[in-house]
């Protein structure tokens, strides 16, 4: 490593470093902001704490998801294999049964949120 390529990890690094210091000094601009505009520590920690709601639905919607792409990809592979079809086959089945899965995932989720 003589010539340029030195320069990679070099730069990585120096990019790296420079989004860390850019995130800190943003950061502490945000919190001394607040504090000259007269809000109270408990405010200050309101802010920044994150609640975090789940959602029981988010299993669901990735389960139809994925079950539905594996199936689209199986369909499109044995469509390949005995049909000799293109390979774009495979790619359009697997849009179209994730668009069904979300689909499905969005009407089942319609209707337990009306019924709540």
């Given at each position: 490593?003589?010539?340029?390529?030195?320069?990679?990890?070099?730069?990585?690094?120096?990019?790296?470093?420079s989004?860390?210091?850019?995130?800190i000094?943003s950061?502490?601009?945000?919190?001394?902001?607040?504090?000259?505009?007269?809000?109270?520590?408990?405010?200050?920690?309101?802010?920044?704490?994150?609640?975090?709601?789940?959602?029981?639905?988010?299993?669901?919607?990735?389960?139809l998801?994925?079950?539905f792409?594996?199936?689209?990809a199986?369909?499109?592979?044995?469509?390949?294999?005995?049909?000799?079809?293109?390979?774009?086959?495979?790619?359009?089945?697997?849009?179209?049964?994730?668009?069904?899965?979300?689909?499905?995932?969005?009407?089942?989720?319609?209707?337990?949120?009306?019924?709540?």
């Amino acid at each position: 490593m003589n010539g340029p390529e030195v320069l990679i990890p070099l730069v990585f690094l120096v990019g790296v470093a420079s989004v860390f210091i850019a995130h800190i000094t943003s950061r502490h601009r945000e919190r001394m902001t607040m504090i000259e505009k007269g809000l109270s520590s408990d405010e200050i920690k309101a802010l920044f704490t994150r609640e975090i709601r789940r959602d029981p639905f988010t299993a669901l919607k990735w389960g139809l998801l994925f079950v539905f792409v594996g199936l689209a990809a199986m369909i499109g592979n044995y469509l390949h294999e005995a049909y000799n079809m293109r390979d774009g086959v495979i790619i359009g089945l697997v849009c179209l049964f994730a668009g069904i899965a979300l689909l499905i995932y969005y009407g089942i989720a319609s209707k337990r949120n009306v019924n709540m």
